[in-house]
C-alpha cells in the first residue's frame, strides 16, 4: 500500500479537534462513496473475493486529497471470533453463523460508519445504530447531522445518504442492499450534489 499522507478517519471524526471542519459535507460525502467503492473492489472485482471482517473508522485512511482506502482487509481469518475492536461494526450474524464475516456482514460495517459520518458520534459498541434508526425513519435529520457542521442548504444529499446508511444496517443480511447497490446510489448522489469548496451542498 501507499504511504499515506494523513490518518485515519477515526482520527478526524474523534480525537482531532479540527478534524470535522477539516471533514465538511462534500468531504464526507467522498469518503463515503471511496469506502463503498473500495468494499465493492474487494467483494466483486477482487478473484476470489475479499472479505473484510471489519470495517470502521480508524481501518479507513485519509489521504492528502481526502479521497479514502481501506485497510487491513482479508485479515479477519486471524481471529475470526475475536470480539475486540469488532462490536459495534458487525451484525448480529456474525456472532452466530459458523463462519460470521460475510459480503453482507461488511455493509452492515459501511453503514456504521456512515451513520458516524453523517452525525460525527462514535458507534459506541452499536448503540449509534440503536440511536440513529428511529431519527432517521422519522427523518428528524436536525438531530441526526454532526453539531459541529452548519447544514448544508440543500440535504436532500444527506437525507439519501442516512436512508442508505438505515438500509444497511437496518435489514437482515437476506434483505441488505449488495454493495453494488450501495456504490449505485451513492455515485447517484455524489452526481447530483453541487459541493462547494465551504461545505455546502
Partial sequence: MEFMGMMSLDFYLHQNPDGAALLDW??????ATGVARGLEYLHEVMSPPILHGSVKPS??????????????Y???FLAPNEKEGLVG???EEYWVEPNGVSKESDVYGLGVVLLELLSGRRSDGGLIVKWGLPLIKEMRMGEVL????????????????????????????????SIGQVVTILNNIQDEAMIWSNGSF
Fill in 26 to 31: 462534500g468531504r464526507r460525502l467522498r469518503v
Fill in 59 to 72: 481501518n479507513i485512511l485519509i489521504d492528502v486529497k481526502f479521497s479514502a482506502k481501506i485497510c487491513d
Fill in 74 to 76: 482479508g485479515l479477519s
Fill in 89 to 91: 461494526y458487525v451484525d
Fill in 146 to 177: 454532526d453539531p459541529r457542521l452548519v447544514a448544508p442548504n440543500d440535504i436532500k444529499p444527506l437525507v439519501r445518504l442516512a436512508k442508505v446508511a438505515s438500509a444497511c444496517v437496518g435489514n437482515s443480511r437476506r434483505n441488505r442492499p
